[in-house]
C-alpha cells in the first residue's frame, strides 16, 4: 500500500512541477488555443498541458517497474504486453503533439490510433470473454480484435471530443482511472494498479492549473493519451479478471463522453457530414445552452460521473444476474439524462433516420436511371439517336421539360423539345436551369434549358441537373461555357403533351412537330 501511496503523491508532484514548465513552452513556441465559434473561453489558452500529464506519469511508471520488487517482477513477467501499451500509448500522445502543433487531418490521427490498437492486440491485449454471471460466459473468439479495437478507439475519441470545457476531460478521465486502480487492486492486479495511480496522481497535480478558469489546456496529445491508456488499461486489467464490473466500471465513469461521442456520430450520420466533423451539440454545450456557467457545468458532470461509478462499484458486490440488471438500468438512466438536457431528441432521431433512408432510395433511384441512359448514349450513333438518348434521360431524371437550341456556323439555329406527356398533380413547382455548351469540334454552339420537377427535394432536384450535365459532358465531350448556370425555382402549371418521335434531315437534329418532342429551323 505504501508502493501504491507513493506512486500516487510522486506522480501528482511531477505534474505540479512540469505543468507550469508546459505552459510556460506553449506561449514561447505559440501553442494556444484562440478562442473559435465553439470555444467557450474568451481569451487564448496554451494548449499542451497534456505534456505534464504525459511526463509526469511516464517517469513514475518507468521509475517503479525499475524496482526489485514485486511490482518489478510483476513487470517481467507480462513486459512484452506493457511494452507493447506504454509504445501505443506514446505513439499516440505523439500525434496529438503533432496536431496541437501543426493541425494533422483528422483521418491520420484515427488511423494512428487503429496502428496503436492493432499493436496491443499483436501482444496479446484484447477483450476475449466476458463473465456476465457465474453461468453465464460470452467468449468473442475471432470477434476478440475488431471488438477491442472499436473499444479503444472509441474510447481515445470520447475522451477527446470531452476535453470542451476547463477541467473536464481530466476531471472524468481521473475518476476512471481511480475505478480501474481500485478495481486492478480489488483483483491483484498490482502493475495495472502502478499504472493507473500514477495516471491519476498526475491528473491530479494538473487540475490545479486546468480547473476553472483553466490556466492550460490537456490538448489533443493529452485528451489523446489518456482516451488510449485508459481504454486499453481496462483491456489489461480485463485478461486477468474476465468480470463484467472490469468493462462495467469503465463504461460508466466514462458514460458520459462514451454517449456523447455516439449521439455525436449518429448525429452528423443522419445529417449526412462527415463523421469527424465538429458541431456545438455535446451534452456540455447543451448545459451551457440552459444557463450552466463553465464551472457548474463541470461539477455537474462530475457528480453524475461519480453517482453512475457507485452504481458499477454495487457491481463488485453481487456476481449474479443483478449485477447486470444494475449495469443495464445506470446506462438507461444516463440516456435519459442526455434526452432531458435536449442532447438527443428520440422522435427526431427516428425522423432522420425515416429521412435518411428516403434519401438513399431517392439517390439509388436517381443513379440506376443516370446509368441507364449512359448506355444509351453510348450506343448513339447520330445525331438523333444522341437526341433521343437526351429524352430518354430527361423522362428518367424526372423533367418537366427540355429544350436544346443549336446555332449554326451559317448563323441558323435549330430548337428541339422533349416534354413529358403527364406532369404528377402534386408536382407544381419546377426549377428552370439553362446550360451553355459547345461540341468537341466548336462547331456548333448549344443551349441547353432543363425544366426539372422539384417534387419536394430541392436537393433532388439539383442532384438530377448534375447527374443530366454529367452526361452531357462525358458522352458528347462537351465544355461547358459563358456563367456559371443559375438555379431558380417557379410555379408552373402542368404540361400535356404526348409522344415524340424524329426524321433525320442531313445529320442535323431536326423533327416534325408530334406533341411530345418537336424541332425546328430557323434560318
Request: with cysteine; charged share 15%.
Amino acid at each position: 500500500m505504501k508502493t501504491y501511496l507513493c506512486v500516487y503523491l510522486g506522480s501528482a508532484l511531477l505534474a505540479l512541477m512540469t505543468t507550469p514548465i508546459a505552459i510556460w513552452t506553449a506561449r514561447r513556441i505559440n501553442a494556444v488555443d484562440v478562442p473559435g465559434v465553439r470555444a467557450v473561453h474568451t481569451r487564448p489558452i496554451p494548449r499542451i498541458g497534456g505534456v505534464a500529464v504525459f511526463v509526469s506519469s511516464m517517469l513514475m511508471i518507468g521509475s517503479v517497474l525499475l524496482l526489485d520488487n514485486v511490482i518489478g517482477q510483476a513487470f517481467r513477467t507480462v513486459q512484452w504486453e506493457l511494452t507493447a501499451l506504454l509504445s501505443g500509448a506514446t505513439c499516440i500522445f505523439l500525434v496529438g503533439l503533432a496536431d496541437d502543433l501543426r493541425s494533422l487531418p483528422a483521418r491520420v490521427k484515427f488511423a494512428a490510433e487503429v496502428v496503436a490498437t492493432i499493436l496491443l492486440c499483436g501482444a496479446g491485449i484484447q477483450i476475449t470473454s466476458l463473465h456476465l454471471t457465474d453461468e453465464i460466459v460470452v467468449r468473442f473468439g475471432v470477434l476478440s480484435c475488431p471488438l477491442t479495437l472499436l473499444w479503444v478507439v472509441g474510447v481515445t475519441n470520447a475522451v477527446n471530443l470531452s476535453d470542451g470545457l476547463d477541467g473536464l476531460a481530466a476531471g472524468v478521465s481521473a475518476v476512471a482511472c481511480a475505478v480501474i486502480a481500485f478495481f486492478a487492486i480489488y483483483s491483484e492486479n498490482a502493475l495495472m494498479a502502478v499504472f493507473m495511480l500514477a495516471l491519476l496522481g498526475s491528473l491530479t497535480g494538473f487540475l490545479f492549473f486546468n480547473f476553472n478558469p483553466a490556466r492550460t489546456f490537456l490538448g489533443d496529445c493529452g485528451s489523446l493519451f489518456l482516451g488510449f491508456t485508459i481504454a486499453s488499461s481496462s483491456v489489461m486489467c480485463l485478461t486477468k479478471s474476465s468480470a463484467l464490473v472490469g468493462l462495467a466500471l469503465p463504461v460508466l465513469a466514462l458514460g458520459i463522453p462514451i454517449f456523447d461521442t455516439f449521439l455525436a456520430m449518429l448525429r452528423r450520420f443522419l445529417e449526412r457530414r462527415s463523421l469527424f466533423s465538429p458541431d456545438r451539440s455535446h451534452f456540455h454545450h447543451r448545459l451551457i445552452d440552459l444557463g450552466f456557467k463553465q464551472r457548474h457545468a463541470v461539477i455537474t458532470i462530475y457528480v453524475v460521473t461519480l453517482v453512475a461509478t457507485g452504481f458499477g462499484l454495487f457491481m463488485m458486490i453481487r456476481q449474479d444476474i443483478g449485477a447486470l440488471i444494475v449495469f443495464a438500468c445506470t446506462l438507461v438512466l444516463l440516456l435519459l439524462l442526455f434526452r432531458v438536457v435536449g442532447a438527443v431528441q428520440f422522435k427526431e432521431v427516428l425522423t432522420g433516420l425515416q429521412r435518411k433512408h428516403l434519401a438513399t432510395q431517392r439517390r439509388n433511384r436517381e443513379r440506376r436511371a443516370f446509368e441507364g441512359a449512359q448506355l444509351l448514349f453510348r450506343r448513339a450513333r447520330s445525331s438523333v439517336e444522341w437526341w433521343q438518348a437526351v429524352c430518354e434521360a430527361a423522362a428518367q431524371l424526372e423533367f418537366a421539360w427540355v429544350s436544346l437550341r443549336v446555332v449554326n456556323e451559317d448563323g441558323g439555329d435549330q430548337i428541339s423539345v422533349w416534354r413529358r406527356a403527364r406532369t404528377p398533380a402534386e408536382s407544381s413547382r419546377i426549377a428552370t436551369l439553362r446550360l451553355p455548351v459547345i461540341d468537341k469540334e466548336g462547331r456548333q454552339t448549344m443551349e441547353f434549358e432543363l425544366a426539372i420537377l422539384v417534387n419536394g427535394s430541392l436537393e433532388s432536384t439539383g442532384h438530377r441537373a448534375s447527374l443530366f450535365s454529367r452526361l452531357i459532358e462525358e458522352e458528347r465531350c462537351l465544355v461547358a461555357q459563358g456563367p456559371t448556370a443559375s438555379l431558380r425555382v417557379a410555379q408552373s402549371a402542368p404540361i400535356e403533351i404526348s409522344e415524340w418521335q424524329f426524321h433525320p434531315k442531313g445529320g442535323r437534329l431536326d423533327a416534325q412537330s408530334t406533341g411530345g418532342a418537336t424541332t425546328s429551323r430557323r434560318n
